[in-house]
DNA sequence: CTCCCGTCTGAATCAAGCT
DNA sequence: GAGCTTGATTCAGACGGGA
């Protein structure tokens, strides 16, 4: 739930510092395990969920590439299980836990690979979670595969959920769609891997966490899926990468590490960043987020008569204005919006949209006469 | 295993009437429940299995397009599963029965979307079948999403498994790479969905499968998993592409089908197929090559931050960035087009020509910035 | 003949607010 | 909470007709 929605002020760069201003996990990384950790949270408290949990991998022998330099696969103990039970009951695990802390409409996303991506998934359901998309990000520099054996592996998988069929998750789509120069977004994102100065590097030149995101991903799941002042929650905080961007991006976070060399760096990282200016963070929001105006309205303020004929854009429709705000097509009558549905023998219709007024070149939809209210009302 | 291993000859159109003369069973249609019609097969007897089992979409009320028009949903009876239960219990019948007719270095193909998929890919490592890859089918044209609350449902999800991690399946890595214009092939493929005239329509013009696949997807699949002269299974035949194409490459088919106006079609399909006909071999060359870059993609790499000023060449209008990817200029929000559209009074505008980063003699059009994107992503 | 424009359609878990 | 009203919402590609 935005703060918007509940009409609390969002102008400082932390807003949720105000909001809560007694929650003191808030922009912090709690050291543990991830359940345990996260019982020191309230339940229903965070709007926004991203987990990099543990693959899984299965690796066999070490893998050399066609050079004989070995790959540096990951292979930390974190990501070690004895069987997919075991899998499936840690997964199940922090799953709870996360459900309870989630608000109502709060959203969970879920990046793993197809070694344990289907386990996730599959829980997720069983948890009577409710599946929004799925999303796969296409690695544009992935890992080829040097046996020749597969195909290269150039792409993970992301789950978007909420907690019930019910929920009404933040999604920014006019945001997105203009992010996206004016196309849907779609489940499919291409982005590079997380390399070169934003990958961090340990003081002989080691990468600090074998499995680092890049910020691109978060930028856009953050984006899509939040707003500022938002609280947003990794269980699985490795070094940061989801804390970096909600702070550049004025949300909150809050995050959970086991490691501590990657609580050290996550903390030296979080630290460097400045936040965005607020006014740069105002979501671009589209039609639904505009003042509703009446049809009455455009007689009241005299841009439109009693008696007017309306016609739809190719002149096969006609209906006239009468004083009440309704309109008159034949034996029908009614809103703009039923009227035009009726002449169309149709269930529904934006009579906006609809209906002209005016002529040949000169015709224009009443929607026009809608925003010219709109423009005196901000004036 | 293929036949180029076994030694056996693959010079006629149809070589495996020639190895397999007593199989009644081969390219023919077996009407009836796919477990039951499996046991008609004799054990490890098919080299690769393609399976588009049912989604189990769970469709609510109907959808309509923005122009009133309604959405024509898979809504048929063999969707219908009452139970995450139900379907898992089905899934793994069918595994297992195919599983039972692989030839121990088989391959199996399974394609769903987050629908299904998760359930499908969970029971395969239950079932102790081995994950090669899993495969994004990207779409050139999904149907979009038309009420905006989800990001475009874009891809499906296929999955690549062996009966065992000790199987050596076929994988024709120096074909699928020349094919790929000497890259290696990855695990995403973008295809179109099956229309025009390849879709099958009946006399009335309607489809006749609410999810025909389409050809170019089965010729990558068997192009990389099988050789002439195997025997490819598809125990959810629908209308037959799987066999289309094994006839086209020279490949022997075996399909299970319940439905007899899926079977009717898919034999008028079959027989008018002549084997190697060259048109089906074309591969789709997508998008990759000019990959379209968003503009908030310059703000996910942070080359351009929010609240970053931007200006027309001549400096007479400017506008704010927006961390969400759109742009702010007095009044007007939205998309870079959009705003310079509305700046300048016109209808349409190339925001990424008109609107410039700098000042003076270091003006410079932002598709200078994405320029340098392009250059990375090459890289 | 080509080009342009209108129409149709595809595996889809697709509304929100007020009375 | 049920019921009614308002009115927001689409991309690529195939195809057919008319200029």
């Given at each position: 739930m935005s703060v918007l929605r509940t009409g609390v002020s969002f102008a400082a760069p932390h807003p949720s510092s105000q909001r809560d201003a007694g929650a003191s996990w808030l922009n912090t990384i709690l050291k543990g395990d991830c359940v345990a950790a996260l019982e020191k949270l309230p339940s229903k408290s965070v709007d926004l969920v991203f987990a990099d949990p543990p693959y899984n991998l299965q690796l066999g022998s070490d893998l050399h590439r066609p050079d004989q330099s070995k790959v540096d696969a990951c292979?930390?103990?974190?990501?070690?299980?004895?069987?997919f039970e075991a899998y499936d009951a840690f997964t199940r695990a922090w799953l709870l836990a996360v459900r309870r802390v989630m608000k109502p409409d709060a959203s969970l996303y879920v990046i793993g690979s197809y070694h344990n991506i289907f386990r996730v998934g599959a829980m997720l359901q069983d948890l009577e979670f409710w599946i929004m998309n799925d999303i796969v990000w296409l690695k544009s520099n992935p890992m080829p595969n040097?046996?020749?054996?597969?195909?290269?592996?150039?792409h993970e998988t992301i789950i978007w959920a909420t907690k019930s069929p019910q929920a009404k998750p933040t999604f920014n789509y006019d945001a997105l769609k203009a992010f996206n120069d004016d196309l849907q977004m779609r489940s499919d994102w291409y982005l590079p891997l997380c390399t070169g100065s934003e990958r961090l590097k340990d003081a002989g030149g080691?990468?600090?966490?074998?499995t680092q995101k890049p910020e691109a991903l978060l930028y856009r799941i953050l984006t899509a899926s939040s707003n500022p002042g938002d609280v947003v929650l990794d269980p699985f905080f490795g070094t940061g990468t989801t804390g970096a961007v909600a702070k550049k991006l004025g949300r909150s976070y809050v995050g959970v590490e086991r490691e501590q060399d990657y609580i050290d760096a996550a903390r030296a990282r979080l630290e460097a960043i400045t936040p965005n200016d607020p006014s740069a963070l105002e979501m671009h929001k589209g039609k639904r987020a505009e003042k509703r105006i009446p049809f009455g309205t455009l007689l009241e303020t005299g841009l439109l008569e009693a008696g007017t004929r309306l016609t739809c854009a190719k002149g096969r429709h006609e209906a006239i204005v009468r004083a009440d705000g309704s309109l008159k097509a034949g034996p029908h009558t009614g809103s703009i919006h039923k009227v035009g549905a009726l002449v169309q023998g149709?269930?529904?219709?934006?009579g906006w949209t609809f209906w002209h007024t005016?002529?040949?070149?000169k015709k224009a939809p009443i929607d026009d006469l809608r925003k010219e209210i709109r423009s005196r009302l901000q004036a």
């Open positions: 292979d930390d103990h974190w990501d070690q299980f004895e069987s040097f046996r020749g054996k597969r195909f290269t592996n150039a080691q990468k600090v966490h074998p149709q269930d529904a219709c934006n005016g002529s040949g070149t």
